[in-house]
């Protein structure tokens, strides 16, 4: 996993610059054709999903010398605009949908250009022979965060974790439904261990919105008065907020490392507030894309549904080398400008701080997540995703992990 991450993420290109909705890495020589990305309206600079999507795009674009032309969605009325002005050009190997959202419109612009290969991040679109959906087991890196941070509450001898999500849609539940398994799992686990009997609950929120941090943070500074003791946030730029929320708390406390911990998601975000973040789930946006190009570029490209999951490496808990491989990725003087920010002199003195968050936590609980991992990565343990109101209902409603996994079925 760790070198897959850095394969992908060390060659990143500096970001582009925004002009009339359009974005271009720049000029090139002798280009072997073009690729053109579709953002939803979150865009860029969440520092998650849709920069994980930015990443796969550009470093698929270096790889095999193409252009790179990205559109934003304002709104949700740009879907089908922005499809159809990139389609109607007849020059992309592939179009690139990023979002659950653009599902509708995808499938109509795909039929009115069945000549054009499009690919779909998160839309499920399986009977279409120009389309692509990538999809991610976003509950079975979830049930790793669940677990971590259940571990980590019975530990402290607490009994509430958290969860703050974005738009209450179908990908989100499996989210959702991975970390209250992890939970279940880790009460079960916690007392083989101790003969100790915990019973954690999950308090979650869905905020509306994937770009609103002030939302992030009211729901965070929420969950954390209610004695919330570890946070993952699932709400790309408006989980931004939730690490504000942790840092505010641990400020308060005259702590500089916590618990309370807030957990990332999408990319491995620990950089962003060392000390504050032990962990991220990272969802694997920038793998999918990059697949996608891969084989309209090498003449295998397939419509149907391509899901990636632990095994595959689609997902999964960062380590430091992750987090390290992530920051490098940033332009240099980015990364200037953000450990200075951070109050760090070096890369050197990052990583050692990331590695002290880390120890915050008791090896054998890494140790358990590690070994939750491989359970389901062998199918021992299936995790379940649902994705509708009644299938997270059943999920909430379970009492065991075990009840959870017979949903899996």
Known sequence: MKKLFSLFLIGLLALGVVA????????????KGAIAIVYDVGGRGDLSFNDMAYLGASK???????????????????????????????????????????????KQVADEYPDQKFAIIDGYIPDKDNVMSILFKENEGSALAGALA?????????????????????????????????VKWAEDYYKQKTGKDVSID??????????DAAKGKAA??????????????????????????????????????????????????DWIKPGVIIASMMKRVDVGVYTAVK???????????VELGLKEGGVGISSVDDVMAMFDSLPEDTQKQKLKDLGFNSKDELKKYLEDTRA????????????????IKTGTIK???????????????????????????
């Open 150 to 182: 259940g571990l980590i509450a019975a530990n402290d001898g607490k009994d509430k974790v958290g969860i703050v999500l974005g738009m209450e849609i179908p990908v989100l539940y499996k989210f959702e439904a991975g970390y209250r398994f992890g």
């Open 220 to 269: 965070a500074r929420a969950q954390l008065a209610q004695g919330a003791w570890v946070i993952y946030q699932v709400a790309g730029g408006t989980g931004l907020g939730v690490f504000d929320a942790v840092s505010e708390v641990l400020d308060s406390q005259g702590k500089k490392m916590g618990p309370p911990f807030a957990i990332g998601v999408d990319s491995a975000q």
């Open 295 to 305: 084989d309209a570029v090498e003449g295998n490209f397939k419509g149907g549904i």
């Open 360 to 375: 915050q936590v008791p090896a054998w609980i890494w140790e358990a997540v590690n070994d939750l991992e491989g359970k």
């Open 20 to 31: 009339s909705g359009c974005i271009s890495p720049g000029e090139k020589e002798s280009t």
């Open 383 to 409: 995790v379940p995703a649902p994705m509708d109101k009644e299938g997270i209902e059943k999920v909430r409603a379970a009492k065991t992990w075990q009840e959870m996994m017979e949903l899996a079925k």
């Open 60 to 106: 698929a674009a270096k790889d095999f010398n193409l252009d790179l032309v990205e559109l934003q969605s304002n709104s949700e009325d740009d879907y089908v605009k922005n499809l159809e002005t990139l389609a109607s050009q007849k020059k992309y190997l592939v179009i690139i949908a990023v979002g659950f959202m653009m599902t509708d419109a995808v």
């Open 202 to 211: 999950v308090i979650y929120q869905y905020t509306g919105t994937f770009n």
